[in-house]
Antibody
């Protein structure tokens, strides 16, 4: 059974940092690209970042480029998102999502985790 | 404002057929980019419903179907059921955007009357 379990969400002040993690099981992690997708409470979906199976390709939405860094540890079946210089408009549920391919270029989000809530507020 | 435009809401009675449109442009759907659809039931996470314009993952009922023409795509639901009440999102790729070009529609809330 595929499982994606996010953690690390919290209430944080503007300008501070937070690191999200996603523990993966149930499939061969290092065969697939992975992504982070976020959803502000009551709002729509926004793709945040994606990483290829071997970390050779990492891409970001314009809204987070330069502030967020995606990474993965294939030995630990783990995906991470380091978020720096957080802003109020980063407040959202952050979902870890599995792609159907090894490269994150034309993603299909075939499976989603339960999400972790990040609240940026003073 | 989303690159892909969806109606904010649609509704239908049980047993009816409803369609949800996803309107793009020549830099995304019109350029041949595939469209995928996700269903988000109330209080749950999104689930892949249709991929590659008109393909259903295993377990998705054949009441759900997708199509694409020109710069638009559509999700059709036949034999509407109360359990179909959810938010629906389209997703595609836009070559004019910086970064990866991954785009979602704004979402459509389906109400079963």
């Amino acid at each position: 059974e595929v499982q994606l379990v996010e953690s690390g969400g919290n209430l944080v002040q503007p300008g501070r940092s937070l690191r999200l993690s996603c523990a993966v099981s149930g499939f061969t992690f290092d065969d697939f690209a992975m992504h982070w997708v976020r959803q502000a409470p009551g709002k729509g979906l926004e793709w945040v970042s994606g990483i290829s199976w071997n970390s050779g390709i990492m891409n970001y939405a314009d809204s987070v480029r330069g502030r967020f860094t995606i990474s993965r540890d294939n030995a630990k079946n783990s995906l991470s998102l380091q978020m720096n210089s957080l802003r109020a408009d980063d407040t959202a549920f952050y979902y870890c999502a599995k792609d159907n391919a090894g490269e994150p270029l034309l993603p299909i989000f075939v499976f989603w985790g339960q999400g972790t809530l990040v609240t940026v507020s003073s | 404002q989303s690159v892909l435009t969806q109606p904010p809401s649609v509704s239908g009675a049980p047993g009816q057929r409803v369609t949800i449109s996803c309107t793009g442009s020549s830099s995304n759907i019109g350029a041949g980019s595939d469209v995928h659809w996700y269903q988000q039931l109330p209080g749950t996470v999104p689930k892949l419903l249709i991929y590659g314009n008109n393909n259903r993952p295993s377990g998705v009922p054949d009441r759900f179907s997708g199509s694409k023409s020109g710069t638009s795509a559509s999700l059709a639901i036949t034999g509407l059921q109360a359990e179909d009440e959810a938010d629906y999102y389209c997703q595609s790729y836009d070559s004019s955007l910086s970064g990866s070009g991954v785009v979602f529609g704004g979402g459509t809330k389906l109400t079963v009357l």
